[in-house]
Every structure is written in structure tokens, then in C-alpha cells.
């Protein structure tokens, strides 16, 4: 079975600084997705940015980027010129490709913004 | 507009009563799913269905039934709820075909407490 692993369980950032979440995972697959999910304090889960395994060029949205070192099945986000509004809890998700399945998320990274 | 629909968003029962949590999308998806997220641990999954009359038992199945008569409707039953299963619920759905059949919305959680 595949498990995820975020190992900071909090992080801090100046507003307009940059910030990594780091996120790593286990599967003996070689062909999956993973994603970065955003919990800001409406509890609602925000898809912020995917990934597949088979693509070796890291995803990027606007100011969200990822690092992928598949051989080192590590995943990071990096999110640039943050704002407060980044304020949130960020999972990291992993899922199988193919017909839709479950995704296994990590327990979470509590981002807070400063001024 | 797409969406997934959870009612109600908040519940406070007492233990032995029996509840469903309704979930509805209107994005004509085949794979639907439940997850509890508790503090510490992320989301985990509960049931899945992958279409109308198929559904599967997910990590944390114990306690809980499920049953997908419509495509649209994925209810989470509690027949005797318990206090371990105070808990943040969320319902989620994707399409199991093409590019997106892997990415899963979610609806925006019930939060439920039992006494």
C-alpha cells in the first residue's frame, strides 16, 4: 500500500517571501498522479496543483510550483510571493492512474503567513 | 455551476441515533467517495462507489454504510453512531475517463459531533 509523508507539521512565512512544503511518498507503482490540496479555514479542499508521474517537467500555477524527484519519490511545493491568503492547511495526495481510486493524502503541513 | 453538495454542514447527535449525511454531484460522475479527516492523521477513506450499485469498502469502513441507487447520490449512513466517529466528513467525485478521470471533487464537509 502506498503512504504519504509530510514531516513538517508547520511552517511559517513572510508575506512576499517563499516558502517549500515538503512531501514524500512510498508505492512500488510507476504510473500515478499527486497532488497538492489547500485547506484554508472554510474547510473547503482546494485543488492547488497536479502532477503525473510520467511527465518529467514539474507542474507550475501562477505562483504554486512543484519539485518531482520521482527516483527519490519526493514531491514538494514551493509557493512564491505568499500571501495571506496562502494561510491554510496543505495536504499532499497521492493516487494510482488508471480507472479513478482513492487518494491517500498525508497528515498535513499548517501554513501561517506573517507580515 | 459543478459542484458537490453535502447536507447538513454541521451535526450534533447523541450516540445510538441513527443519521445520514447526504452527498449529491451534478457533474454526471461515475466514482464517488468518502473520507473522514481527523487531527494528526489527513483524510481517510471511508467507502467508494465506482457507479450506480457498486460500492467498496474503504480504510476505515467500520461503522458506516453507504449506497449508490443514482448516479448523483452518494448518502453515508451511521446506524449507531459512536464518539469515535465525531469527525470532519468529506464527499468527493470524478469522472473514471479521460485527462480529469483521476481528479476528485469536493464537497465542502459536514462537520458531525456525537455525544
Known amino acids: 500500500a502506498q503512504t504519504v509523508t509530510q514531516s513538517q507539521p508547520e511552517m511559517s512565512v513572510q508575506e512576499a517571501e517563499t516558502v517549500t512544503l515538503s512531501c514524500t511518498y512510498d508505492?512500488?507503482?510507476?504510473?500515478?498522479?499527486l497532488f497538492w490540496y489547500k485547506q484554508p479555514p472554510s474547510r473547503q479542499m482546494i485543488l492547488v496543483i497536479r502532477?503525473?508521474?510520467?511527465?518529467?517537467q514539474n507542474a507550475t500555477e501562477n505562483r504554486f510550483s512543484v519539485n518531482f524527484q520521482k527516483a527519490a519519490k519526493s514531491f514538494s511545493l514551493k509557493i512564491s510571493d505568499s500571501q495571506l491568503g496562502d494561510a491554510a492547511m496543505y495536504f499532499c495526495?497521492?493516487?494510482?492512474?488508471?480507472?479513478?481510486?482513492?487518494?491517500?493524502f498525508g497528515t498535513g503541513t499548517r501554513l501561517q503567513v506573517t507580515l | 455551476e459543478a459542484q458537490v453538495t453535502q447536507n447538513p454542514r454541521y451535526l450534533i447527535t447523541v450516540t445510538g441515533k441513527k443519521l445520514t449525511v447526504t452527498c449529491s454531484q451534478n457533474?454526471?460522475?461515475?466514482?464517488m467517495s468518502w473520507y473522514r479527516q481527523d487531527p494528526g492523521l489527513g483524510l481517510r477513506q471511508i467507502y467508494y462507489?465506482?457507479?450506480?450499485?457498486?460500492?467498496d469498502k474503504g480504510d476505515v469502513p467500520e461503522g458506516y454504510k453507504v449506497s449508490r441507487k443514482e448516479k448523483r447520490n452518494f448518502p453515508l449512513i451511521l446506524e449507531s453512531p459512536s464518539p469515535n466517529q465525531t469527525s470532519l466528513y468529506f464527499c468527493?467525485?470524478?469522472?473514471?475517463?479521460?485527462?480529469?478521470?483521476?481528479?476528485?471533487?469536493f464537497g465542502p464537509g459536514t462537520r458531525l459531533t456525537v455525544l
Open positions: 468527493a467525485s470524478s469522472s473514471t475517463s479521460g485527462r480529469a478521470r483521476n481528479e476528485q471533487f
Open positions: 457533474m454526471n460522475h461515475e466514482y
Open positions: 508505492t512500488s507503482e510507476s504510473d500515478y498522479y
Open positions: 462507489s465506482m457507479n450506480v450499485e457498486v460500492t
Open positions: 495526495a497521492f493516487t494510482y492512474t488508471g480507472t479513478a481510486s482513492k487518494l491517500t
Open positions: 502532477q503525473e508521474a510520467y511527465k518529467q
